[in-house]
């Protein structure tokens, strides 16, 4: 409505006037909190604020009441549409009673009643948010309201009472009153809405009424139509009248032509606009122009795509680009002939139209003879965009080009007869000599000479059971054919009429849904393409993910196309859409569990849903790998920690969808999450446990993927952290799979928590009482540097350590770069302190032990 801007702006004001308000009854109460105190030394700063108060709302009453008289007057046109549309709509009832109204004449008149419904429920949508809105600005004057009031009763206590104090108080009861009157004003207001709502929503009922009527109407005529019978002899006066009419038409164009140039008034209207000519003959030659810089660029541009024309759809492109290059130049004149027409004012004169109409007329025709010679390249074999041999591809070339051009002549020839408002009796039987006409040229495409070719050009499977297919429905044309024939000669031509139309639209149909079918066919394997498609080559997409990617979204497409097609094919054979609601809706019906319900639509949705989940987190961790990983220079615990969150965040989506479909409603959160908090407590902890213990070494990251632990005496590294587990295998090549719970709760020794960087190896040797120490350490410290795995810096350090019990112990701290370098580092070190020790001469001891026996050995002897 006009109104609903005045009313948000109203509004907002509003609440500014309410805000001072509020201030200023809170700055006069805490003054007065006392009744014996005199008043406070602020009640200058109220009394300037409360004029500026009144003096809102005034404004504010006065707007009111301007938007009030405004819709007082909507008001009064409301209800004298809505008596007028009574009227019509009663007038209309009767005619379909007493069936006085044509098909057609119901047909536009639904139409009106359609879009006026529609203006109606958003009129009353709108009506319905103003009061509202005005609701909510009632609510906040009422609360002003008994906020003055309260501050009268509270000035009213007060005492003694000043000059000041009585200033307040009657500026205070202007402010109720005018805060009543602003209350009324929108009350009246709220009112006189609610009764144009009232007069909207009755003429909404009214409106689906009558419209529900005419539905009811137009099918039983048009069924009753269907069966009406007409005489033989009116299917000769209609022949008759529509040749007489197409012949005398070149006649008729040809006069008024002439009688134009006669009366001399192209002369006077180009004089007129003698500028406009001039500037329209210069448009001319830059058009011409242009065409002809057009058909270089375009034939550069097929050169370029000639070298990876190898599917079915590029070549098509390639044809259609090369057949608007030659006709260019007369597309230019079309476009120029139509702003001649358009600057002179003579757009809107029909034998303009006619003339204009020609022109279009005999550029499509040239059109759709070099698109057809591009297709089937009859004078060169196995060139073409269906390679077929010359015979085949020239009866297909010449069959389509004189059908088509018999088909836009005649359709030309009947436009151009109603755009002159001559009677055309024949227009329906013309027009049903040209779907006969188009159904018997469909059969004859489908002859048997030509159809294994034609079938191998196509790249379609030209086996027995396609040939025989196709065989079945030529078969099935030709009997529809002769059927309509029949059906019209015995008079019911309207019933022929809608069969033709029918069998035509099912066929064009059929055709288109093929075409968009291979093409997005040849698009999806240009994407998705396991080896050879633009994820594969260019971003390195795995084969095996694009594989199932590809399948699924080739047959995903060929059916919703499939569906799409059959859809049209029914609603051409008289389906509306109110039956293929319920034939959908079939589909949404099934057995339910509480708020779930188990359709077989809410199943498939709900399945896709899931799968699409997974492949889009495969496809995303795939992309971060190969586009973002590598760049960064990120470890790859860092990599393994966005990958998962960003498998666990696509699928809890999937999941989202797949509850949604099911019909779960995620209003009732908190229901949702009590019942998940109560299997936690009773059967779920250990899982739940797990996956928050996943998530916690994923974001704080005590060990990553790719460490190298230490776990029960178990050397091993970090393959992969899952949502209830992680994989650790051991140098042994064994895996353990650990509770995530068990590594947050336990000690874990991790070697690389800073990264592999150097640390610290210790090793113990000992040699013998004898040997110099000196020299010992010079060795030991010359083979330590002469390691490569040991790092110099810091230099490697050797300490006599202790006396042992048979050897001099000497401890060994050496650096190495990696936690890796360890073990074999250990163990070249071992090697080559032994092998030096044995090059110098240096012993290294073993243990030592002296026995002492109690009873002499002579006596042991003896006794033996």
Same mark, same amino acid.
């Given at each position: 409505m006009n109104y609903t801007?005045?009313?948000?702006?109203?509004?907002?004001?509003?609440?500014? =006037?309410?805000?001072?308000l509020c201030l200023s009854l809170c700055l006069t109460s805490s003054g007065w909190a006392q009744t014996s105190s005199p008043p406070p030394a602020r009640i200058p700063a109220q009394e300037k604020i409360l004029p500026d108060i009144a003096y809102e709302l005034q404004e504010k009453a006065a707007k009111f009441k301007e938007q009030l008289a405004q819709i007082q007057n909507e008001l009064r046109q409301t209800q004298g549409e809505t008596a007028e549309l009574a009227n019509a709509i009663s007038t209309h009832t009767a005619a379909l009673t007493v069936d006085?109204?044509?098909?057609?004449? &119901?047909?536009?008149?639904q139409q009106h009643y359609n879009d006026l419904l529609q203006k109606k429920i958003e009129n009353v949508q709108a009506?319905?948010?103003?009061?509202e809105e005005l609701t909510k600005i009632q609510e906040e004057l009422t609360q002003a309201k008994n906020k003055f009031q309260e501050h009268l009763i509270q000035l009213a206590k007060t005492k003694p009472k000043t000059k000041e104090h009585r200033t307040v108080e009657l500026r205070n009861q202007k402010n109720l009153k005018l805060a009543e009157s602003a209350v009324n004003l929108l009350e009246d207001l709220k009112k006189t809405l609610t009764a144009q709502l009232e007069l909207l929503q009755q003429q909404s009922n009214s409106l689906t009424e009558i419209t529900s009527k005419l539905q009811t109407f137009i099918d039983q005529k048009f069924k009753t139509q269907l069966l009406e019978r007409r005489e033989l002899s009116d299917i000769f006066t209609q022949i008759k009248g529509l040749l007489t009419e197409s012949l005398s038409l070149p006649q008729r $164009?040809?006069?008024? $032509?002439? &009688?134009? $140039?006669?009366?001399g008034a192209f002369t006077k209207m180009l004089k007129t606009y003698q500028s406009q000519s001039l500037g329209l003959l210069l448009l001319l030659g830059l058009l011409i122009y242009g065409a002809i810089v057009l058909r270089r660029a375009s034939r550069d541009l097929r050169q370029k795509l000639a070298a990876g024309a190898a599917t079915f759809s590029l070549k098509l492109i390639m044809a259609l680009i090369n057949a608007l290059a030659r006709t260019s130049q007369l597309l230019a004149?079309?476009?120029?002939?139509?702003?001649?027409?358009?600057?002179l004012d003579l757009l809107a004169h029909p034998l303009a139209k006619v003339m204009l109409l020609g022109l279009v007329v005999i550029t499509t025709l040239l059109l759709q003879a070099h698109f057809l010679q591009e297709v089937f390249q009859p004078g060169l074999p196995d060139k073409g965009v269906i390679m077929l041999d010359e015979p085949t591809a020239r009866y297909y070339y010449r069959t389509l080009t004189l059908t088509l051009s018999l088909l836009i002549v005649g359709y030309y020839a009947l436009l151009s007869l109603n755009l002159l408002a001559y009677k055309t009796p024949g227009s329906n039987f013309a027009l049903f000599l040209g779907l006969l006409f188009l159904l018997f040229w469909f059969a004859r495409l489908l002859k048997r000479p030509h159809l294994e070719n034609l079938l191998a050009g196509a790249g379609l499977p030209a086996g027995p059971w396609q040939v025989g297919i196709l065989k079945a429905v030529r078969l099935g044309m030709l009997l529809l054919l002769s059927a309509i024939v029949i059906i019209d000669l015995l008079g019911f031509q309207n019933l022929a009429l809608f069969l033709s139309g029918a069998a035509v639209a099912t066929t064009l149909l059929c055709l288109a849904g093929w075409f968009v079918i291979r093409m997005g066919v040849d698009l999806n394997t240009y994407l998705t393409h396991p080896r050879d498609g633009l994820l594969a080559v260019k971003f390195g997409f795995r084969a095996e993910n694009l594989d199932t990617i590809h399948t699924l979204l080739q047959y995903t497409f060929q059916l919703t196309i499939s569906l799409l097609t059959t859809a049209a094919i029914l609603f051409t054979w008289g389906a509306d859409a109110a039956y293929l609601r319920n034939m959908l809706g079939l589909l949404s019906h099934g057995p339910t569990l509480g708020p779930v319900t188990l359709s077989p639509l809410a199943l498939l949705l709900a399945g896709l849903s899931i799968f699409f989940a997974r492949k889009l987190s495969r496809m995303s961790r795939h992309i971060l790998e190969r586009r973002l990983y590598h760049r960064q220079g990120w470890d790859i615990g860092v990599q393994s920690a966005i990958s998962s969150s960003v498998n666990y965040t696509v699928m809890a989506l999937g999941i989202i969808f797949a509850l949604g479909f099911l019909g779960i409603n995620f209003s009732n959160l908190a229901i949702i999450v009590g019942g998940l908090g109560v299997g936690i407590g009773? =059967?779920?902890?250990?899982? &739940?446990?797990?996956f928050i213990s996943g998530l916690i070494l994923l974001f704080e990251r005590p060990i990553k993927v790719g460490d190298m632990l230490v776990i029960d005496g178990q050397w091993g590294t970090v393959k992969a952290i899952r949502v209830r587990s992680t994989i650790f295998e051991t140098f042994e090549r064994y895996v353990l799979i650990i509770p995530n719970s068990d590594l947050i709760s336990g000690k874990i020794l991790n070697w690389t928590f800073y990264g592999r960087g150097p640390n610290r190896l210790a090793l113990k040797v000992g040699v013998g009482y004898n040997s110099n120490v000196h020299e010992v350490t010079r060795i030991i410290d010359q083979v330590c540097r002469a390691n490569e795995r040991v790092l110099l810096d810091p230099p490697p350090q050797v300490y006599f350590n202790a006396y042992g019990d048979s050897s001099l112990d000497f401890n060994i701290w050496v650096f190495v770069r990696a936690p890796e370098d360890r073990i074999p580092a250990t163990h070249e070190l071992n090697a080559a302190i032994f092998d030096a020790f044995n090059a110098h001469g240096i012993e290294i001891p073993f243990p030592q032990r002296d026995l002492r026996f109690r009873t002499p050995l002579e006596t042991v002897n003896r006794n033996q």
């Open positions: 801007q005045e009313l948000n702006n109203a509004r907002f004001q509003l609440r500014s =006037g309410i805000l001072m006085t109204i044509t098909l057609e004449h &119901a047909r536009n008149l009506l319905t948010h103003n009061l $164009l040809y006069a008024w $032509l002439w &009688a134009k $140039l006669q009366s004149l079309t476009i120029w002939l139509t702003l001649f027409f358009w600057t009773f =059967g779920l902890q250990n899982i &739940a446990n797990n």
